[in-house]
């Protein structure tokens, strides 16, 4: 799926593009844990998000995610934007719901990482 | 302690004394102070008539607010100058321990925007007061020549462009160095970012950039979210590995096996809300680390070492560094 396919099944709008609608996108991912992205987030994943605070741009950016997904309409604050615009990321809307949106995507042939394992949960 | 490791750098003399000179010896010791039981109106004359434009209000020897030139204008403005001290000043008093690194204060006075500081000891008394002035005359005379005030700024604001003609020899590492403000939420990350960006351009592999990003962001999270008085990331590339350490002179962590529990988070409800505190921060950094070790004195400093071994090629070859080092001067 390619982020122009992503727009059209999620019936999103464009806040902020960096890159080429075109562009393949490998998996997507849904969180609204900083920490989440961090240790599941991996290169080129799209990231839904229900966040909409300047630290889900920078957070991203430290996953090597490029791509996020703001659902349920919510409107970024303009830092969020600038910062956005700044390091390269492309930011969308949908009216879809969290749950929805993933369902959508997921149908429509993006896949997810598959089943994670947490390696050192006890130390 | 001495935060950071020192040794490889090569550093001013400004830059050694701030490392190197505790709070206590630079600052003022003949504090003149308001007492709680004063009006606005007594602080009005009081400070007029000793020339201060601010002093911390004491009461038993602890500080338990600060009040200045500004609130006395309000209180003017408000007709106010009837009212005690203790309802116009602020309570949200910044205090720096009498051993803490000079470092620590030049943060804070150049950055924020701070004009003084209490210095306290670990019992909260109060023992004297640093303002830029006393700390540039202290700097002054130990450094015994002319200081400017440029020079001093060159030390904290380290620009990614400067990184590249540090680089002596292959041998001898580079080293990054940030300070992180706490609860500043703008600026939260931004250190982070930096040091991908830097690593990247020194070519490390995307792999372990990746790596590194994770953990240093999580602990640059940390010093935002848990410490009261902000903190310093050192990150120094050698040849074969990265080591980071964040290093703070916030509150501590009285328990080191809780804290390091997954799950386990003492943040509060509003920063939950913006997507941390979900307690995995020292466990992602475990996980994507070689080596991590956190110590702590509960209610002095918290520290925490992060390595990470490049592979035997983990650096692209010398040719391809040069490369990205002109690039990188540019
Ligand atoms: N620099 C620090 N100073 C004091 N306490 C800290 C520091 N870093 C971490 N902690 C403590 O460790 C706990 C766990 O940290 P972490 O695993 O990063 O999770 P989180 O940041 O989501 O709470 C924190 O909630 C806090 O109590
Ligand atoms: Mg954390």
Redesign the interface.
């Known amino acids: 799926m390619n982020i122009r396919e992503m727009i059209d099944v999620l019936q999103g709008k464009v806040l902020v593009q960096n890159h080429d609608p075109n562009e393949e996108l490998p998996l997507g991912g849904a969180a ?5 992205v ?2 599941f987030g991996s ?1 080129g994943m799209a990231l839904l ?1 229900g ?1 909409t ?4 741009v ?2 991203a ?4 995610i490029n791509v996020i997904v703001i659902v349920r309409d919510k409107t970024p604050p303009p ?1 969020t934007l600038e910062l956005a615009r700044d ?1 390269g990321m492309t930011l969308i809307r949908t009216g879809y719901t969290m749950y929805e949106a993933c369902g959508r995507l997921y149908k429509a042939g993006l896949p997810g990482l598959g089943p994670v394992k ?4 006890s ?1 | 302690m001495i935060p950071g490791n020192m040794s490889n750098q090569e550093i001013t003399k400004v830059q050694e004394l701030i490392y190197s000179t505790r709070v206590e010896s630079v600052m003022a010791s003949d504090v003149i102070v308001i007492d709680p039981s004063m009006t606005m109106s007594q602080v009005k004359n009081y400070m007029r008539e000793n020339r201060i434009s601010g002093a911390p209000v004491v009461s038993e020897g602890k500080v338990i607010g600060i009040v200045t030139m500004n609130d006395v204008i309000r209180s003017m403005e408000e007709g106010k100058l009837d009212s005690p001290v203790t309802e116009v000043m602020t309570t949200d008093v910044r205090t720096v321990l009498m051993d803490a690194m000079v470092a620590e204060v030049v943060n804070s006075l150049g950055r924020r925007g701070f004009s003084r500081l209490p210095v306290v000891d670990h019992d909260d008394k109060l023992l004297g007061i640093v303002t830029t002035g006393t700390l540039i005359r202290s700097l002054l005379l130990q450094m015994d020549k002319s200081f400017q005030k440029n020079e001093a700024e060159k030390l904290y604001t380290y620009r990614a462009s400067h990184i590249f003609q540090d680089i002596s020899s292959d041998d001898t590492g580079l080293t990054l160095r940030y300070f992180v403000n706490e609860r500043d939420f703008d600026n939260a990350g931004k250190a982070s970012s930096l040091i991908k960006r830097s690593l990247q351009r020194l070519v490390v592999q995307p792999q372990i950039v990746r790596r590194v990003g994770v953990a240093v962001y999580e602990a640059e999270m940390n010093l935002v979210i848990h410490t009261d008085i902000g903190g310093e990331i050192v990150v120094e590339v050698r040849k074969d590995r990265v080591n980071i350490s964040t290093v703070d002179h916030g509150p501590g962590i009285a328990d080191l096996k809780q804290v390091l529990q997954p799950g386990f988070s003492t943040a509060p409800e509003w920063i939950r809300d913006m997507g941390f505190g979900a307690g995995m921060g020292l466990a992602n950094i475990k996980r994507v680390s070689d080596v991590m070790k956190l110590t702590s004195d509960p209610g002095h400093w918290t520290r925490l070492e992060i390595v990470f071994n490049f592979g035997p090629d983990h650096l692209l070859p010398k040719a391809e560094l040069e490369k990205s080092l002109t690039r990188g001067s540019q």
């Not at chain 1, 947490?118 to 949960?121: E, G, K, L, P, Y």
């Open positions: 609204d844990l900083m920490s989440d961090l240790a290169e998000t966040l605070n300047p630290q889900v920078r957070t950016e430290m996953a090597g830092e390091s947490m390696v050192n949960d130390w």
